[in-house]
């Protein structure tokens, strides 16, 4: 998808969003004795709000990249997954578009200025059951490419994904994995040879449902 043409469907960005695919969504299977698969325990109580930011740029053929990030290994928080950058709203954020740069910052050093970023607003909440959050993805556009570092604590990597890898139509890879215990099937966008999959897949399938409309 060509940047100008995605800049001009998301500015405004739209107040209400189609459902992803439906490959994305999970399924817990049998175990290997064939028991039944049991829906896993999410958190309890109310949730947390947090932002994401869906940084979307050109690149030197204009076509439109946004920025991903793979979760450090260990005992971080969704180890070693495909991410959008971002995290919980503290206290101190005036508003999620203020929490979505701040953690943009700390986790791969986005400079607003030097990248020539223009935060166009905010799509309808993510309810991310399994971590307990709600999540408010904040969609923005560069007008150069963005200089970043992973800050090696929190992100592991930082890259760029073709737009168009989201947008209705785009490939689903089908994926059968053992994850905490529980066997699942799920569909996953390919990005070279990373999958993305969860939270992230629903936020950018949505919007590229949107796209491809």
Same mark, same amino acid.
């Given at each position: 998808?060509? *940047?100008?043409?995605?800049?001009?469907?998301?500015?405004?960005?739209?107040? +209400?969003?189609?459902?992803?695919?439906?490959?994305?969504?999970?399924?817990?299977?049998? &175990?290997?004795?064939?028991?039944?698969?049991?829906?896993?325990?999410?958190?309890?109580?109310?949730?947390?709000?947090?932002?994401?930011?869906?940084?979307?740029?050109?690149?030197?053929?204009?076509?439109?990249?946004?920025?991903?990030?793979?979760?450090?290994?260990?005992? +971080?928080? +969704? @180890?070693?997954?495909?991410?959008?950058?971002?995290?919980?709203? &503290?206290?101190?954020?005036?508003?999620?578009?203020?929490?979505?740069?701040?953690?943009?910052?700390?986790?791969?050093?986005? &400079?607003?200025?030097? @990248?020539?970023?223009?935060?166009?607003?905010?799509?309808?909440?993510?309810?991310?059951?399994?971590?307990?959050?709600?999540?408010?993805?904040?969609?923005? *556009?560069?007008?150069?490419?963005?200089?970043?570092?992973?800050?090696?604590?929190?992100?592991?990597?930082?890259?760029?994904?073709?737009? @168009?890898? *989201?947008?209705?139509?785009?490939?689903?890879?089908?994926?059968?994995?053992?994850?905490?215990?529980?066997?699942?099937?799920?569909?996953?966008?390919?990005?070279?040879?990373?999958?993305?999959?969860?939270?992230? @897949?629903?936020?950018?399938?949505?919007?590229?449902? *949107?796209?491809?409309?």
């Amino acid at each position: 998808m060509r *940047f100008d043409k995605a800049r001009a469907l998301l500015t405004p960005v739209p107040e +209400h969003l189609p459902p992803p695919p439906q490959e994305l969504m999970p399924e817990v299977l049998a &175990d290997p004795e064939g028991v039944p698969g049991r829906a896993p325990r999410f958190p309890d109580g109310p949730r947390r709000d947090a932002a994401v930011l869906i940084l979307i740029y050109a690149d030197s053929s204009g076509d439109a990249q946004l920025v991903l990030t793979e979760r450090s290994p260990g005992g +971080h928080r +969704h @180890a070693g997954q495909i991410s959008l950058p971002g995290g919980a709203i &503290d206290a101190s954020d005036p508003s999620p578009v203020a929490a979505a740069l701040r953690e943009a910052t700390e986790e791969v050093g986005l &400079d607003p200025v030097q @990248a020539g970023v223009t935060v166009v607003g905010v799509l309808p909440l993510a309810d991310v059951r399994v971590s307990g959050f709600m999540v408010a993805p904040v969609v923005a *556009f560069a007008e150069r490419e963005p200089d970043l570092t992973p800050d090696g604590y929190e992100v592991a990597s930082v890259f760029a994904a073709p737009l @168009a890898a *989201f947008v209705q139509g785009a490939p689903i890879e089908i994926v059968t994995d053992v994850r905490e215990g529980y066997t699942l099937r799920y569909g996953a966008y390919r990005v070279g040879d990373r999958l993305v999959w969860g939270a992230t @897949a629903m936020m950018l399938g949505r919007l590229g449902a *949107f796209l491809g409309q």
